[in-house]
């Protein structure tokens, strides 16, 4: 594999543009190497984007629980307050639907974050 500049050895391949780079040409960016002068800008950026993702993905389980919790949280409280008001229906059945509308997500992401998980794993 030769440089695409030059016709000297390669030593590796830019990540934004594919094209195989030799040691004068390239810029070392620790996650991958770029285009000297050319694409630093858009690798960087890339790692970035991926450094995001992985943020993303390790933290969303626990971001997943907030939604789910938070539901059910209020339908505990909706219930409660419709219980004290002499068994108000209305608010019971506010407070029952977003209980079981908490529930369902905790379930989704459950069945959800299982299917990553064993698509990670296979
Ligand atoms: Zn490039
Ligand atoms: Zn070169």
Redesign the pocket.
Known sequence: MHCFNHPKEAIGI??????A?CIECCTDLKDGL??KG??EE??THLNSLIQNTKKAYSSSPKASLFGPVFNMFMGAAFLGFGIKKNYEPFLITLGAGFFIFGLAIAIYNTKYFKKITTNYDA
């Open positions: 830019c990540k934004h543009c594919q094209r780079l770029a285009c050319q694409h858009e690798v």
